[in-house]
Structure formats: structure tokens, C-alpha cells
């Protein structure tokens, strides 16, 4: 094994700022073959990702989340999606369902200490079970959406899972995304459409007013402070903090370099 760091990946996200999402997950699906798998939340952007894996033929596993207090609206997305595209859609869900933990630990969700612990549980948790099975997973973060997302690279690391990130929207502004789901009439969460500019669970995500942030309706009942839950681990820490390790050979072919050890 050896050490990934984010500088290391400092030219090839330069070169990749170029890059056409499709591109990018060719790259993503040639380099990472077999050890890959898509990670979506049913959101609109999530969505234009899922549908040009299905373009693309890219044939990998879409993970999908479920912490058991997703809107129904969303579920119904996931089951459209694989309907529509013949997803290999994976769902990963908690050990406990909510009720189970509850009864064990209380209403977490209510402080921000339990908002964490309870976003660990259901959201973190679930992925990490299935995290050694891959070496990258394939986001849809984008730049557009402001906030922690505002800088964030085409390539990222996540030291929990010990895999790659590659987020092939990173430069897709809002109005690329509108003409791509209408170009190719893509199914779009309907609670999108009623007010919530993000989606997640059910108990900590509400509609926003057109004059607040995207991300205003997550946690709002925690303050603005409480805006991300660490599933994207760029939202929260410093990307160039982060470093991962994997297999040398795995680390060249990223790169595009070949490692000749002279003796
Ligand atoms: S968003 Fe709320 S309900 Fe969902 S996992 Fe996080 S704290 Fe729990």
C-alpha cells in the first residue's frame, strides 16, 4: 500500500477542470474498474448522473441510502430510476431502524451532538459497512450549490471509506442541469418542485424560500451552523487534510505513471 494525498492529485484536477462529465466517468469506470459504484441521494443532480451512467453504458453499482426516514417521494425516484434505466441500484441501509434507535439512544436529532451521532449512524455507517468493496464512488457534488461546495475538486478523498471521489458535475452550473433533465426528460424528485431545493430525511429537511440558500432547509431547527452531515467529507473538512492509501499500482494508474524502482 501507499500514501494518496490531495496534492498528489493537484495536476490531474487541473487537467480534469476541462473534462466533460461524460469523459470523466469514463476515466472514473477505466481506472477503477470493478472497485467502483455510484453514490446518489435521489436528488436532482444525482439523477443526471444516474442517467448518463445508463448513456454511457457504465455499468457499475448506484448506492443508494436509505436511513429508513427518507419522503416517500424519494424512494419512489430510486424505483422510477431503475424502472426507467435498469439501474443496478444497491440499497445500504442502517443496523437499526428508527424506531430501534429511539428506543435506545432517544430523539437525536433534536441537538446538534445527536444530529451527528444520528447522521453517523444512518447515513455514514451503512456506506462504510460496504466501503472495501470499492476504491472510488462516483458523487454528484457540484459547485453551483454554494456554500462548502463552492470549491470543491473533480477528484476528492475520503479518508473513511479510504476511496476516491469523483464528482464529474463539479462545473455544471444550474442552467447546464435544467437543459440536460429537459433535453432528456429525467424523472426529478417532485418535492424539488414544491419548494425543497435539497432533499434528505424527512424529519430534518424542509421547503426554502426562493431568497434563502440552497441548503437553508437542511437542519433548520439546528441553525445555520448544521447545514451538511459529512456523508460528502469535503463539506466538511479541508480536502487537502485529507489522504488515503491503496495499492501502489492503483495509485499509478490514477496518476498516468508508471513506478520503476531502481536498485
Ligand atoms: S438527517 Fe436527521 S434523521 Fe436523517 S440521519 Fe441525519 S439527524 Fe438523523
Avoid at 453514490?39 to 444516474?50: D, E, F, I, K, P
Avoid at 451503512?126 to 457540484?142: E, T
Avoid at 441553525?223 to 492503483?250: F, H, K, V
Wanted: aromatic residues 8%; hydrophobic residues 35%; glycine residues 6%.
Amino acid at each position: 500500500m501507499a500514501r494518496l494525498t490531495q496534492a498528489d492529485l493537484a495536476d490531474l484536477n487541473t487537467s480534469f477542470e476541462q473534462t466533460s462529465p461524460q469523459d470523466l466517468i469514463r476515466w472514473a469506470r477505466k481506472t477503477f474498474h470493478g472497485r467502483i459504484a455510484a453514490l446518489t441521494s435521489m436528488q436532482r443532480a444525482g439523477n443526471v448522473v444516474c442517467h448518463m451512467l445508463y448513456e454511457l453504458k457504465a455499468d457499475m453499482p448506484v448506492l443508494f441510502v436509505d436511513t429508513g426516514v427518507l419522503f416517500h417521494e424519494t424512494l419512489d425516484t430510486r424505483d422510477k430510476l431503475v424502472e426507467r434505466y435498469g439501474l443496478n441500484v444497491v440499497t445500504l441501509d442502517p443496523e437499526l431502524t428508527m424506531e430501534e434507535q429511539t428506543a435506545k439512544y432517544g430523539v437525536l436529532y433534536l441537538d446538534p451532538e445527536g444530529q451527528r451521532k444520528c447522521c453517523f449512524m444512518r447515513k455514514n455507517e451503512p456506506l462504510i459497512r460496504v466501503a472495501d468493496q470499492y476504491d472510488a464512488f462516483i458523487s454528484s457534488l457540484r459547485r453551483s450549490d454554494g456554500g462548502a461546495r463552492s470549491r470543491v475538486p473533480v477528484l476528492s478523498l475520503d479518508a473513511e471509506t479510504n476511496s476516491v471521489r469523483i464528482n464529474p458535475l463539479v462545473n455544471f452550473d444550474d442552467e447546464q442541469m435544467e437543459r440536460y433533465i429537459t433535453d432528456n426528460d429525467i424523472h426529478i424528485n417532485p418535492l424539488h418542485s414544491q419548494g425543497y431545493a435539497t432533499i434528505g430525511c424527512n424529519r430534518c429537511t424542509t421547503p426554502v424560500l426562493p431568497t434563502e440558500p440552497k441548503r437553508a432547509g437542511r437542519w433548520r431547527h439546528l441553525g445555520p451552523w448544521s447545514q451538511y452531515c459529512g456523508i460528502n467529507p469535503t463539506d466538511l473538512l479541508n480536502p487537502a487534510e485529507i489522504s488515503i492509501d491503496l495499492p501502489l499500482e492503483l495509485i499509478d494508474r490514477i496518476l498516468g505513471r508508471s513506478t520503476d524502482f531502481m536498485i
